[in-house]
């Protein structure tokens, strides 16, 4: 009957308004939630950047660690804190010999900047005759405004800047690495219903686990890309190498777009320093060729499915932390972006995020 119809469609309609108004109720504190969260990141960088890769380098100290005391030589085998000790003094040593690097070349480029102002001249000639005298004017002239000695002071600035920082970071290092062993006891102590332990464990474990194999994989493939780079920009003669090849160790943590960047910066130089093109399209052919083969062919095979992201999620998370904490946030976006997926995906109402922010949609997670 029409009348018993239209009825039946109303209840219909009210129950799927009910169910979207208890979906809204229930997602509406986690909207506050994040809220507040995305506000205390912006406004507590200070304090919230070197805690966040003060737990970074402590997982990727731990994972060493761990690796290290899993070696046997005959009957020895490293305890855990001869491991960590080891772990620790190599990563100091190897901060040191970037910050000596950088600071050094600084000084360096600062003394043979006359020779490139030479060069770009030539440069700006060559412009003249392709483009025409009012470009190679703008061009003349922006060289000229440029002051090395300020650029200088900006640059060893920042890395006083930085070695500041990492003195914050070593100090949070210095309180987590001890930490380890006995947050097991504080877990039992804040969760003692045994459900809510077992899923927070299953969380922890499960985003340590995914960290740590990133961190791990992430390093190895920098290091392999700029030692790479290094021994390709020795070969051809390549002026500061050797920051070169730091920067493009670092930036390599940053996903798509440090790439680009770490070919690009040595190509100018590359353009600036040498007469012959030739040199110039072996240098972007050969570094841009250790890029794709590491980033596109060796790296996601030892990566696997550790991170699940989707490459999309990955542009958009690069965009998002790298507005909140500037270069900062695009060297930490991917692993803290993993580590809310694994936690979206144990919490029910959130469980879709984790969904949308994953490659393939198997997020785990269900409910024990």
Not at 207 to 234: D, F, P
Request: proline share 3%; net charge neutral.
């Amino acid at each position: 009957m029409p009348g018993g119809r239209d009825v039946s469609v109303e209840e219909g309609q009210s129950g799927t308004a009910e169910i979207w108004n208890r979906r809204i109720r229930d997602l509406a504190p986690y909207v506050v939630i994040f809220a507040g969260l995305v506000a205390a990141l912006y406004f507590g960088q200070g304090a919230l950047k070197p805690l966040a890769l003060a737990i970074l380098i402590t997982t990727l100290i731990n994972a060493a660690t761990d690796k290290l005391t899993t070696i046997r030589i005959g009957a020895f085998r490293a305890s855990r804190w001869m491991g960590l000790t080891l772990t620790t003094l190599a990563m100091v040593a190897v901060v040191f010999v970037f910050a000596r690097i950088l600071t050094d070349q600084v000084e360096q480029l600062s003394a043979g900047w006359p020779h490139y102002v030479s060069r770009l001249e030539a440069l700006s000639a060559w412009i003249t005759a392709m483009l025409g005298a009012e470009i190679a004017g703008k061009v003349t002239d922006y060289i000229g405004s440029i002051d090395i000695a300020s650029a200088a002071s900006v640059v060893l600035g920042s890395t006083g800047s930085m070695l500041a920082d990492l003195g914050m970071v070593a100090l949070y290092a210095a309180f987590l690495i001890p930490a380890r062993d006995s947050s097991v006891r504080k877990l039992s102590a804040l969760f003692p219903v045994e459900a809510d332990h077992r899923m927070v464990t299953r969380v922890l474990t499960s985003i340590s686990e995914s960290t740590r194999k990133y961190m791990l994989i992430k390093t190895a493939m920098s290091v392999m890309t700029g030692v790479a780079s290094y021994v390709v920009m020795l070969f051809v003669g390549l002026d500061f190498a050797a920051t070169w090849a730091v920067l493009i160790f670092l930036l390599n943590y940053i996903p798509t777009i440090g790439s680009i960047i770490g070919v690009i910066l040595p190509c100018i130089l590359a353009l600036v320093q040498f007469d012959a093109l030739a040199t110039v399209v072996t240098v972007i052919a050969l570094l841009g060729g250790i890029q794709f083969m590491i980033g596109n062919i060796i790296e996601p095979i030892y990566m696997g499915k550790t991170l699940n992201l989707s490459s999309v999620v990955v542009i958009l998370a690069l965009t998002l932390w790298g507005s909140l904490w500037g270069v900062f946030g695009m060297f930490l976006s991917v692993p803290l972006t993993v580590m809310i997926m694994i936690s979206c995906a144990h919490i029910p109402p959130l469980r879709w995020f984790a969904i949308i922010l994953s490659e393939d949609g198997k997020v785990g997670g269900e409910a024990a």
